[in-house]
């Protein structure tokens, strides 16, 4: 897929994730070795789901997650207010790569956080994509973890 590949890029239903499994299983599970069983979760029924399609099919997704829900998964972590989105699950398939697909997915999310009135955006970036999130305005803070994938993480955050 050339940069020049025409890619759309849509809100999808819960009750619609075909496109976006197929992407995450590509990216977490047969790349980066995360179990499908932890991979796929329960909290994909209360997110926001984005799907970037091109001429041969879904290639890139992402989601976030808002008020109770991401007080529920998150909370540990310090988000605690409805006023912030918690962007996760964010996969990029390998043709779409370099193409900048991954920040159009980002920036889909904060437009529409900002739409809903959320007022930030948390997230939990594997440490080799600091620097993408870096380049977009987001912020990291405390210590590099585990978050049960075997991947070392650090939290960021933005305000919007």
Do not use: N
């Not at 043709?95 to 900048?100: D, K, P, S």
């Not at 159009?104 to 939990?124: D, F, N």
């Amino acid at each position: 897929m050339s940069a020049a590949a025409p890619v759309t890029v849509r809100v999808v239903a819960p009750d619609d994730l075909g496109g976006c499994h197929a992407v995450r299983r590509e990216v977490f599970v047969a790349e980066q070795g995360v179990p499908e069983a932890e991979e796929m979760d329960a909290y994909d029924a209360h997110a926001v789901h984005f799907l970037a399609s091109g001429p041969a099919g879904p290639v890139g997704t992402v989601r976030f997650l808002h008020g109770a829900p991401a007080r529920k998964k998150y909370g540990h972590a310090g988000v605690t207010d409805d006023a912030t989105a918690v962007l996760g699950r964010l996969a990029v398939g390998r043709a779409a790569r370099g193409t900048g697909l991954g920040a159009i997915l980002v920036r889909a999310v904060e437009e529409e956080a900002r739409r809903l009135g959320l007022t930030r955006v948390y997230l939990e970036a594997q440490t080799h994509a600091l620097g993408f999130y870096e380049r977009l305005g987001y912020e990291a803070f405390g210590p590099v973890f585990d978050e049960g994938s075997g991947i070392p993480h650090r939290a960021m955050v933005k305000a919007l």
